[in-house]
């Protein structure tokens, strides 16, 4: 039987990255009771190991808890837990769609940060209540008063209301729930109307296929149903029901505002889309629930094997990747210089991080990633309108009538004192502002136009740098636009090295290629010869260095005292040519095809 | 006892013991060594704020050695580390390697020397027994006959502290092979390399050493020194291939960065000769003393006919080497068939203090007569193969060294490897034998890192 939906309440909990929401949202489990002392294993919720060490909740994971309130009623309190990074903000938003309110959590010995200025207003839109938390305040530098005013000048949320927590020794955490059960408002839905339930998460269950997790927003669903997923019309028999507890527990039926999962024979989760909305095959909804789109990749870049005899391993383990992760795409691809590899699609710089280091650490892969590229739009003499996503596939001049490339909207949250530097890099990326307000005299939002490409090219981490630290930021694509763009080649030793080419503002070509060619001769390697490597616009060098050749490479002595020592060298060695790729007879190193993302626009 | 397990126990292996004192510590050298002062005969190295002495000349400084107390104790250390590794051949070479082992007393030496070739110390090496009353315990009955293969026995002389007396004494002893430390016949060379002998001074104790009837004598060279033409290399060994020598190790000057010159050079204070220069006076070399008849062996090596550094070659063939005596590095196979590699505390006082009498502590266990101790396991036993085989001419075996170490060395990367390396002509395979083409050992390294 499912639950009266006037005790169920359905809420998340968005946090800035370390803000200690994993910690807070265990102890919330702990409080509810919900895991034995054995599993209080810290951060029960971010499931994956690499998640774990880069302190980010990827993949959302949900729990059902059972609380007994002050009033003397038992609730249904579910947590929807959010992924946690500017790339994901689509996953964000569909799940905040499925739950009433939200717990916005700011660390208090820090202030608050755009990513979760950013998630609050997504709540906000979707008419969530918001629920003040100012955590961490066991901590001795915890500055109640200033983070309190901080959300209410920076978001404008009055935290009259605000809930004093510590994740770590559990202050303020019985107060926190008794504040969902009471201002948290019950979710609203008709038992008997057609069924509609949102879907917000998926995964891939080697024995069950894709299994999905739904909030019913209206009507009931049952183990057994024929189930229709709107957005792609197919149906599916619903073989599992279930919600986590956080162990999973199975389930006959979901009613309205509550939140399970459900297995259906689902082949992949490319079949399902976050957001769409599922009812029932006969006699279901004809309307889907507002908001769902289609989630686009934003960054392509190239993955090829070191070695290209492992490029049937790298396709079996993207195969197996997009199972578990249809956000990213992926076609094959040739590169002259670098073989057969695949073009993959990402939602954003982290999201192709995240995947390059599952490849290589749970498919054991060496791989070469190609820099990153957008998407650029180019519009040829003929009319036709090409979306290039790889720089290879850049029309020539003489085709090309016009280029637009990504737009998207930056928010820059940081303290007065660096607002120069920030405004000051944001201009050299061809930024036009938009808005610059200071919320509070020592906390300023700064909005700008950037290309996407700008953005996607050590932007943050050159952020982090000009202000200490504490800036943050947070974008949305914001259309397209055209400008003076053009695809920079490099070559080595006269071979253009395709793999290295970049689309580039006209402007910042001559100086960007200097800067390329100085940081390759940095990073490759001298070899047996002297290897040449110039920058080039068409057919015209703008930029030219010089590898000169490696005289000798031979250790003298090598005598009984020397050869454990001498191994750790050689491995070392060994170590840094696995990340090599043979291009032509030069050796080049996997950071030289990052390297436009590494350059010292300072010099 | 399986007959595996026989084949394992009878393959050749070799003992290194090491001296550590010097007259002086020379500024490019990285080994253990102790200056010789009076005051602080035992401590490794002196305190950089003091002002140099000058160093002690070769007699002084052998009346202040405890030459015998030095002996007792790595007699102790033999007699305690052979019970754990079930030998039953005696090694096939010794090596006294310092330091400079030329300062220490033959007869001392030469208690070490008996005690090996007879495959065990004698039952008795306390203190206080006679010298040369030791040679009288015989081998107990349940030792097994031991190899009778000859015993290569080398010893590094310096020559500030070796003459053809002492060549004599050291023959008497059982040494059958001298390696001098000429490192140049240059004196504004030398003088640079800090060495404490002029060119007339290497060459005496070349002629004094084959006055005294030693059988092999080798000479060491560094070359690539700044100011000099790979002609003036060439030169070098020439001169010295011509003095009678039958075994050159001639060394491309190497800045280790725990010496003085590796100090100097962090400070950018050291003249070094450009990488091309030493990358020719590399091959000037080889083909001078090609030309005279000498067999280019190994990277650093040159020997005569079959004048071969047996000992050395134990190293690159992947043989168990037994290390006795302060800091020395020993790599065995311990009862129980693992292999172990273990370096003995550099501290001279901690060393003695160590191995003062019988033991029942295992020699092999971590302790205060250990500085390090590294289990090698099949796989990196097989890297070592192919770092230390491919230095030499003749290369690896690679059917032996897999059958030894009872590991598959062609794991489909290690093949690629291999197979882009002979494309390129940078290795040689006859489906047995792996090695590097001569004409590419200056980059030997990198071809090397390419197969580990």
Not at chain 1, 571 to 595: D, I, S, T, W, Y
Not at chain 2, 144 to 160: G, Q, R
Not at chain 2, 407 to 433: H, I, N, Q, T, Y
Request: charged share 25%; hydrophobic share 40%.
């Amino acid at each position: 039987m499912s639950v009266d939906p006037s005790r169920i309440r359905n809420f998340s909990i968005i946090a800035h990255v370390d803000h200690g929401k994993s910690t807070l949202a265990d102890r919330i489990m702990d409080v509810t009771g919900a895991l034995s002392a054995r599993e209080r294993m810290e951060q029960f919720l971010d499931k994956l190991e690499l998640e774990r060490e880069r302190g980010i909740t990827i993949k959302a994971q949900s729990v059902r808890l059972r609380y007994k309130a002050q009033d003397g009623l038992e609730y249904q309190l579910q947590l929807i837990d959010t992924p946690g990074h500017v790339d994901f903000s689509y996953e964000v938003s569909s799940s905040l769609r499925a739950c009433e309110g939200a717990l916005l959590v700011v660390d208090a010995t820090q202030s608050v940060q755009a990513q979760t200025v950013a998630n609050t207003y997504l709540a906000l839109k979707n008419d969530l209540e918001i629920i003040p938390v100012l955590n961490k305040v066991d901590l001795p530098s915890a500055d109640v008063d200033r983070a309190a005013r901080d959300i209410e000048e920076v978001i404008g949320l009055d935290c009259s209301g605000a809930i004093f927590t510590s994740g770590k020794t559990g202050i303020g955490v019985p107060e926190l729930l008794e504040a969902v059960v009471q201002r948290v408002p019950p979710p609203q839905g008709s038992p008997d109307a057609p069924l509609r339930a949102l879907l917000f998460d998926c995964w891939y269950d080697s024995y069950r296929g894709a299994v999905i997790m739904l909030k019913v927003v209206e009507g009931l669903l049952r183990k057994g149903d024929k189930i229709k997923l709107m957005a792609t019309g197919r149906t599916y028999e619903v073989t599992e029901l279930g919600c986590f507890s956080p162990h999973p527990v199975a389930l006959t039926e979901l009613g309205p505002g509550e939140v399970g999962f459900a297995a259906a024979h689902i082949k992949s989760v490319g079949d399902t889309k976050i957001g769409d909305t599922v009812t029932h095959a006969t006699n279901g909804a004809t309307e889907p629930l507002p908001g769902f789109e289609e989630v686009k990749p934003m960054v392509y870049a190239g993955l090829f094997p070191t070695d290209s005899a492992d490029y049937e391993d790298l396709r079996d383990a993207l195969s197996k990747l997009h199972l578990n992760d249809s956000s990213f795409q992926y076609e094959p691809d040739t590169s002259e210089a670098l073989g057969f590899g695949f073009r993959c699609g990402f939602l954003g710089l982290l999201h192709m991080e995240i995947i390059q280091e599952r490849l290589e650490r749970e498919y054991g892969l060496d791989l070469i990633t190609t820099a990153p590229s957008v998407v650029y739009r180019a519009k040829k003499k003929t009319g036709e309108v090409i979306e290039v996503d790889n720089p290879s596939k850049m029309p020539s001049p003489g085709d090309l009538e016009l280029i637009e490339e990504p737009i998207v909207k930056v928010a820059i949250h940081v303290p007065s004192d660096y607002v120069g530097a920030v405004v000051k890099l944001c201009e050299e990326r061809r930024g036009v502002q938009l808005n610059l307000h200071y919320a509070t005299p020592e906390h300023v939002v700064i909005t700008y136009e950037l290309p996407l490409a700008e953005v996607i090219i050590d932007l943050h981490d050159r952020l982090k740098s000009v202000s200490r630290g504490f800036a943050s930021m947070e974008y949305e694509l914001a259309g397209y636009r055209p400008d003076d763009l053009i695809k920079l080649d490099l070559l080595v030793n006269g071979e253009p090295l395709d793999a290295l080419s970049v689309i580039l503002h006209r402007d910042s070509a001559f100086f960007r290629g200097r800067a390329l060619t100085a940081k390759l001769k940095e990073l490759v390697p001298q070899q047996q010869y002297e290897v040449a490597i110039q920058a080039a616009i068409g057919s015209k060098v703008i930029a030219r260095t010089t590898v000169r050749a490696l005289r000798k490479d031979v250790t003298a002595k090598c005598y009984g005292g020397d050869i454990s020592r001498k191994r750790k060298l050689l491995e070392k060695q060994k170590e840094g040519k696995r990340r090599m790729k043979a291009v032509g007879n030069v050796e080049v190193p996997q950071e030289a095809f990052l390297a436009i993302l590494k350059l010292d626009d300072t010099k | 006892m399986t007959a595996a397990k026989v084949a394992n126990d009878a393959r050749p292996w070799g003992a290194y013991v090491h001296f550590p004192w010097c007259l002086k510590k020379c500024p490019y050298c990285d080994f253990l060594s102790i200056p010789v002062e009076p005051q602080r005969l035992t401590s490794p190295g002196s305190s950089p704020r003091r002002l140099p002495r000058a160093p002690l000349d070769a007699p002084s400084a052998r009346q202040v050695l405890p030459h015998e107390a030095y002996a007792d104790a790595v007699l102790w250390e033999l007699e305690a580390r052979l019970p754990g590794l079930n030998l039953t051949t005696r090694p096939a070479s010794i090596f006294f390697g310092g330091g400079t082992p030329s300062l220490w007393a033959p007869e001392q030496l030469g208690r070490v020397v008996t005690a090996l070739s007879r495959g065990g110390p004698p039952r008795n090496p306390a203190p206080g027994a006679a010298r040369g009353a030791t040679e009288t315990a015989a081998p107990p009955p349940e030792t097994p006959a031991l190899e009778a293969a000859p015993l290569e026995v080398t010893v590094e002389c310096n020559p500030t502290s070796f003459d053809e007396e002492h060549a004599r004494r050291l023959v008497d002893v059982g040494v059958n092979r001298i390696s001098l430390g000429v490192q140049s016949l240059d004196p504004e060379r030398l003088e640079f390399l800090g060495r404490l002998h002029d060119p007339e001074g290497a060459l005496q104790a070349i002629a004094a050493a084959r006055r005294a009837g030693v059988p092999r004598v080798s000479a060491d060279l560094i070359f690539g020194v700044a100011g000099q033409t790979p002609e003036q290399a060439a030169a070098e060994v020439r001169r010295l291939a011509a003095t009678g020598v039958t075994h050159l190790s001639a060394y491309a000057l190497t800045i280790e960065s725990n010496t003085h010159f590796g100090t100097l050079a962090r400070r950018g204070q050291l003249p070094l000769l450009d990488e091309g220069l030493v990358a020719e006076s590399f091959r000037a070399v080889d083909e001078a003393l090609e030309a005279e008849g000498f067999l280019h062996y190994e990277i650093s090596n040159y020997a005569r006919e079959e004048h071969f550094a047996l000992h050395n070659l134990g190293y690159w063939r992947g043989h168990d080497y037994l290390g006795l005596g302060t800091g020395a590095w020993g790599t065995v196979r311990l009862g129980g068939g693992s292999r172990l590699r273990y370096r003995n505390t550099p501290s001279v006082e901690r060393y003695l203090e160590s191995w003062t009498g019988q033991s029942s502590a295992d020699p092999y266990a971590e302790g205060r007569h250990l500085a390090d101790r590294e289990p090698i396991d099949p796989e990196t036993e097989l890297r070592e193969r192919l770092l230390l085989g491919l230095r030499l001419r003749d290369g690896l075996d690679t059917a032996q060294a897999e059958a030894e170490v009872g590991v598959e060395l062609w794991s489909p990367r290690r093949r690629r490897a291999r197979d882009k390396l002979l494309r390129s002509g940078r290795l040689a395979w006859d489906g047995v034998r792996l090695w590097i083409p001569p004409d590419q050992w200056l980059f030997a390294d990198g071809i090397i890192a390419d197969l580990l």
